[in-house]
C-alpha cells in the first residue's frame, strides 16, 4: 500500500497553515535565511517505524533545497537511541517543520507498534487484525496505512465500500433477514453484507439470510467459541461466512479471542486512542 503524494501534500499544507499562519516569530526573527543545520530523528522507545517517508515530506514541502537521509524505513523496528533519519538545509525551514514532521511520524509509529503488539498475540491462528472507522478526521488513509504496516489488514475504508448491517440498522428496519433481502435487491454484485449479530439466535438468522461476513459482537470468549462452533455446523461443506469479533478488545483478551476461531479481530483503539510513539529531533550545531 503506497500513499499518494497529493493526498499527503494536501494534509501537510493544512497542517502546515494551522501550525505557521503566516510567519514563525521565533524562528524568522531569530535566525538569517542563510544559516544551515543538519538534524536527526532520534527513536526514544522500542517499536515499529511508520511515515517517515510522510515526515520527511514536510521539510522538502517548505523548502525544496532541503536534504533528507533515511536510515530505517517503514516497517523497520526500531529501538531507544536509533538514528531513524536525517535532514539537512536552511535551519529555518528545519525549525518551521519540526512539529508537523514529527506528529505525523510519531502517530503513524504509535499505530503501526500498537498493531503489531496485536498482530503478535494472534500468533499461532488464522486470525488478522484490523482497524475500524473510528479514525481522526482527514488522517483515516495514514491511519489504515500504518495499521498494514504494524502487520495487520484494512477494515472498509468508508462506508460506500461495504454494506454493514450494525445494531441501530437492525432494530431500525425490523429485523435481520428484512434487512438483508432488501440490500440484496438495491446493491450490486461486488458489494458484501457484514451483519452483526449480538446473541445465538441473531447469529442463526444471519446465516440463514446468507450474510457475507458475520460480526460478533461485545461478546465473551465462551459465547464466541460457540457461535464459531455454530457457524462451522451449519455451514459444513458450503460457504463459510468470516466471522469478525469487535468490542472492548484488549491485549489482555486477544489471544483467548483469536484462539475462539474468528478470522478477524477489529480493534478501534488501534486509531482512536493509540499512544504517540516517541520521537525527537535534535538539531546539531
Known amino acids: 500500500m503506497n500513499l499518494p503524494d497529493f493526498y499527503v501534500d494536501d494534509i501537510?499544507?493544512?497542517a502546515l497553515e494551522e501550525d505557521i499562519n503566516y510567519i514563525d516569530l521565533a524562528t524568522d526573527y531569530l535566525l538569517d535565511d542563510e544559516d544551515t543545520s543538519s538534524a536527526v530523528f532520534?527513536?526514544?522507545a522500542e517499536?515499529?517505524?511508520?511515515g517517515i517517508k510522510e515526515a520527511l515530506r514536510v521539510f522538502t514541502f517548505i523548502d525544496s533545497d532541503i536534504k533528507t537521509e533515511i536510515n530505517i524505513k517503514d516497517g523497520g523496528h526500531v529501538s531507544k537511541g536509533d538514528i531513524i533519519a536525517k535532514v539537512s538545509g536552511r535551519t529555518k525551514s528545519i525549525?518551521?517543520?519540526e512539529r508537523t514532521s514529527l506528529n505525523i511520524l510519531q502517530h503513524m509509529s504509535g499505530i503501526a507498534t500498537e498493531t503489531a503488539k496485536y498482530v503478535k498475540c494472534c500468533e499461532g491462528t488464522n486470525c488478522s487484525v484490523a482497524e475500524t472507522r473510528k479514525t481522526l478526521p482527514g488522517l483515516?488513509?495514514?491511519?489504515k496505512y500504518a495499521v498494514t504496516v504494524g502487520g495487520g489488514k484494512n477494515h472498509r475504508f468508508n462506508l460506500s465500500d461495504g454494506a454493514m448491517l450494525k445494531d441501530n440498522h437492525i432494530d431500525a428496519y425490523g429485523s435481520i433477514s428484512n434487512a438483508v433481502a432488501a440490500l440484496r435487491k438495491k446493491i450490486g454484485?461486488?458489494?458484501?453484507?457484514?451483519?452483526?449479530?449480538r446473541s445465538k439466535d441473531e447469529l442463526r438468522e444471519a446465516l440463514a439470510c446468507g450474510a457475507d461476513v458475520i460480526m460478533l459482537d461485545n461478546m465473551t470468549v465462551s459465547e464466541m467459541t460457540e457461535?464459531?462452533?455454530i457457524v462451522d455446523e451449519t455451514t459444513a461443506g458450503k460457504f463459510r461466512p468470516p466471522i469478525e469479533a469487535s468490542g472492548n478488545i484488549t491485549l489482555e483478551t486477544?489471544?483467548?479471542i483469536a484462539k475462539t476461531g474468528v478470522d478477524i479481530i477489529s480493534v478501534g483503539a488501534l486509531t482512536h486512542s493509540v499512544k504517540a510513539f516517541d520521537i525527537s529531533l535534535r538539531v546539531e550545531s
Do not use: P, T
Request: charged share 35%; net charge positive; hydrophobic share 45%.
Open 227 to 229: 457461535c464459531v462452533k
Open 12 to 14: 501537510i499544507k493544512r
Open 95 to 97: 525549525l518551521k517543520g
Open 254 to 256: 486477544a489471544a483467548d
Open 47 to 50: 517499536g515499529v517505524l511508520c
Open 140 to 143: 483515516r488513509a495514514l491511519e
Open 42 to 44: 532520534i527513536s526514544k
Open 189 to 197: 454484485h461486488m458489494v458484501k453484507i457484514e451483519v452483526e449479530v
